[in-house]
């Protein structure tokens, strides 16, 4: 644990001697959804393999490469690439992006993943603000010593995903005309995708989408005492009653396409907030 400290810490202290600047707000984007920090006005580009202690990402369509630049007015720090626990990282390694954005200052959080819909009224390539989460993966990246430098030991979860920020999220959606969904996402660890039966049992406790992500990060910002906005790009429709094989490449594909709106959204976000 204290590695995980120090590892965290001085990481943060390479990337602000980098960049040279503070980052205002966090962004985390996943499968497919790399491209929109082609919106970032970028003043810095580094791999991943180039920070100080930093995983690298294994899965496709995740670039491993942080952007630090300018969007609406906000300097921006952009995480292009993931870790998961399926990957076979700790928890610690999968919210350790989060831990050093903490350690550098970042107070706000923006989370995007591509997920699949469990809510039948749900169409691929929809955006859904996230408004709770279900955590199914068993883990959890406070359990162990609490580092109270980082957080209180028992962090409350029931305004985890800032309503404050899902509001300028549907104010963004209405002025640029995306249609935005709203919903409950179940974390898994994966990495096989879900079985019939597993996508009734997440509807029967009121699940709208499903993913493999998010859910540990999220609790580490809310340790952190960071707002957090999260949006899922919904790739595609589970119907148990007539299941249709899903693929990574279509997933992607998906997910891309929707890239556009999701950043007219994260836009709008940015202006306003």
């Known amino acids: 644990m204290i590695d995980y400290i120090d590892h965290a810490i001085e990481a943060a202290d390479w990337i602000l001697s980098t960049i040279g600047m503070t980052p205002e707000i966090g962004l985390l984007t996943g499968t497919g959804l790399g491209g929109i920090v082609s919106a970032i006005a970028t003043d ?10 930093f995983p690298l990402p294994t ?3 995740h670039r491993g490469r942080m952007i630090v630049g300018t ?19 700790s928890t610690q390694e999968v919210t350790f992006p989060i831990r050093v954005m903490q350690q550098m200052g970042v107070r706000c959080l923006i989370l995007s993943n591509a997920s699949g819909g469990l809510n039948p ?4 390539g929809d955006l859904m603000i996230i408004t709770d989460h279900i955590n199914l993966t068993g883990a959890n990246p406070l359990i162990g010593p609490n580092i109270e430098h980082w957080g209180v030991r028992f962090p409350d979860m029931m305004t985890a995903y800032d309503k404050q920020m899902i509001a300028l999220a549907e104010a963004a959606a209405r002025e640029h005309g995306v249609a935005l969904q709203k919903g ?27 993913g493999f992500s998010t859910v540990q990060e999220v609790i580490a910002a809310v340790h952190g005492r960071m707002t957090v906005l999260g ?8 119907n148990p009653d007539d299941p249709v094989p899903a693929t990574v490449d279509e ?19 940015l202006k306003r907030r």
Do not use: C, W
């Open 251 to 269: 997933i992607i594909d998906v997910a891309a396409a929707a890239a556009p709106n999701l950043v007219k959204v994260i836009r709008g976000v």
């Open 71 to 89: 969007l609406e007015n906000k300097v921006v720090m952009a995480m292009q690439g993931r870790f998961h626990l399926y990957e076979g990282y």
């Open 231 to 238: 949006l899922s790009t919904i790739t595609n429709v589970h």
């Open 121 to 124: 009224a749900f169409r691929p």
């Open 59 to 61: 899965v496709p369509s």
């Open 184 to 210: 409950v996402y179940a974390g898994l660890t994966g990495p096989s995708l879900e079985t019939p039966a597993e996508v009734r049992f997440l509807q029967t406790i009121h699940a709208d989408a499903v």
């Open 44 to 53: 810095t580009d580094v791999d991943y393999r180039n920070i100080p202690h």
